[in-house]
């Protein structure tokens, strides 16, 4: 049987390159393949990857982020075989237009098949280097909520009668909190019974550390910090509204959660949401902090129109979201690149 040795640079925090790569891991073993996973969070992660490789014959690589990978490129084993990479949106919105540009380049041209979350990322990586055109392929991530435990808004020091908006995002520069915090004070002038649920790791400390001193001082905002993931159902059932106010995205898996909840959404226009829903239908389109504010007043003053749009949500994400289409995707690509190994013969190092 042909095995598979997955490479991702998170696996403990709350993040998205963690929740991807532990669902394809469970879903793509459910399938049959035979793959060990090591996270470079770990700190045993480079002993534990000599070992894998030493004793364990392996016939594809499949790796996560292609900035994180570049630290493992070179390894004397993982260079000899074939690479899957899929990209998750920082590598290619941030690192391959930024300092970081040929490490995040070569790595992307060791690659055999490259997965993007949608069009504008693959656009992104052909416009800077064309030879990766044939070799991209898309696949949407899949959204999955497991059962969790039931969290209330007392709980969660939420008045019962407020209209909750829900920021499920990692707190980092890029995500760009203040936008939402800027639109939603302007809300809160006209309508007070809001609140704002800010849900996610603490990616960056200085950033984390500015965001908390600034709600700190807002009765309608809180940041409880990281949650595990099998409780962002139970907290996110609490939202009316989410929001995504990044300055770039690979995919909003955070805000296509709460969507698939029935949760309408603001999105900022940025590559990555662009394309997500149709503006005016599941949600709204916003550049800035007033628009942000518009389309909050709209939802909050109009439910039917919340219930409407919430419905919608839903039914995109069940239709273009789904976890078995985005295993099928990679279920593909995995008997495409295992057909020559399994013609060769098993090799060994």
Known sequence: ??????????????????ITASRLYRGLRDRGYEIDIIAMDETDWESRLNYYTATNTYDLVHGFHALHFARIAN???????????????????????????????????KAEKVVVFNQSLAKQIATVEPRLRPRQVVIPQGVQLDPGPDITREQLGIAPASTVFAIP?????????????????RVYREYPQIHLLIIGAALDTAYTARIKDRISSLKWASYPGEVPHREIKGILQNADIVLNTSRAEGQPQGALEAMSLGKPCI???VP???????????GYYIDTADELADCALKLIQNPHLRHIMGTAAQQLVDKNFSVPNELTGYTRLYQELLLPASDAGNKRF
Request: glycine share 10%.
């Open 267 to 269: 999105l900022t226009a």
């Open 169 to 185: 995002s990692g707190l980092r520069p890029v995500k760009d909190l203040d936008l939402a915090l800027e639109g939603l004070q």
């Open 272 to 282: 990555g949401n662009i394309g997500i829903i149709e503006n005016g239908c599941q």
């Open 1 to 18: 049987m042909n095995r598979i040795l997955m490479i991702t640079p998170y696996i403990k925090s709350q993040r998205g390159n963690s």
């Open 75 to 109: 390894h004397p084993h993982i260079k000899k075989l074939p690479l899957l990479l899929t990209t998750t949106g920082t590598d290619i919105n941030l690192d391959l237009f930024g300092p970081e540009k040929e490490k995040t380049l070569a790595v992307l041209l």
